[in-house]
């Protein structure tokens, strides 16, 4: 079993950052997948970012490639989301996932979830 809590969502400009931290408790962190999704209001949960258990072939939407960082810390069981030149578009729910096995684009394949954190960008 696998508890995972967000943390560092707010508000903020278009053109500024934010950085979103999951921590994760219960045993063998270092094994699983750990991916960020998003919901905006009115829209489907997406894929934003993922990480394998070796931090290796990280994924990246299209949509946020070249202004989005995943990593990964398996000493501390953290996941962390860097996110820069923020869009009014990044505005949603941002959600910390795991999975056992290698990187997922379903929501449906991950097991473990946070409870969110509220992203939003302002013009």
């Known amino acids: 079993q696998v508890q995972l809590v967000e943390s560092g969502g707010g508000l903020v400009q278009a053109g500024g950052s934010l950085r979103l931290s999951c921590t994760a408790s219960?045993?063998?962190?270092?094994?699983?997948?750990m991916a960020w999704f998003r919901q905006a209001p009115g829209k489907e949960r997406e894929l934003v970012t993922a990480?394998?258990?070796?931090?290796?072939?990280?994924y990246y939407a299209d949509s946020v490639k070249g202004r989005f960082t995943i990593s990964r810390d398996n000493v501390k069981n953290t996941v962390d989301i860097q996110m820069n030149s923020l869009k009014p578009e990044d505005t949603a729910d941002y959600y910390c996932?795991?999975?056992?096995?290698?990187?997922?684009?379903?929501?449906?394949?991950?097991?473990?979830w946070g409870q969110g954190t509220q992203v939003t960008v302002t013009e």
């Open positions: 990480i394998p258990w070796n931090g290796s072939k990280t």
């Open positions: 219960g045993r063998s962190f270092s094994t699983y997948t």
């Open positions: 996932a795991a999975r056992r096995f290698g990187v997922a684009v379903a929501a449906a394949a991950y097991d473990y």
